[in-house]
């Protein structure tokens, strides 16, 4: 995985990270303020630091403003990070759909009357 310098503007500071959640860790962002800043609930919060690929365009400029990097520094950072992670069948194999075949409806037959 590649490591990125992401210059804080405000703070004319540099940190090194890898993933969103280290840039986040290094920047002492709580999850509380990314769920303020991005107008996001604390599990949705949770799932954009674990997958921020499934950041929204919205979701993804509010961030850079609240850390104070740029767009395009974070988005080099998001696409590394998942481009680096393993493929999906070798860490989460798919669930095989198991198709049967038609059922043939049959009525029942009627009892005959005594």
């Known amino acids: 995985m590649s490591r990125h310098l992401i210059s804080i503007q405000a703070q004319a500071a540099t940190v090194t990270a890898g993933t969103l959640?280290?840039?986040l860790q290094q920047t002492g962002t709580k999850i509380m303020q990314l769920t303020e800043?991005?107008?996001i609930n604390?599990?949705?919060a949770q799932r954009r630091i674990k997958e921020?690929?499934?950041l929204t365009i919205k979701e993804l400029l509010a961030l850079a403003a609240l850390l104070r990097?740029?767009?395009q520094q974070l988005l080099d950072l998001i696409r590394d990070e998942?481009?680096?992670r393993p493929a999906q069948s070798a860490a989460e194999p798919d669930m095989e759909v198991e198709v049967l075949p038609p059922v043939k409806k049959t009525t029942?037959?009627?009892a005959k009357g005594k």
């Open 21 to 23: 959640a280290e840039l």
């Open 37 to 39: 800043g991005l107008d």
């Open 42 to 44: 604390h599990r949705t």
């Open 52 to 54: 921020p690929e499934t």
């Open 69 to 71: 990097v740029p767009e």
């Open 82 to 84: 998942y481009q680096s």
């Open 108 to 110: 029942p037959k009627r």
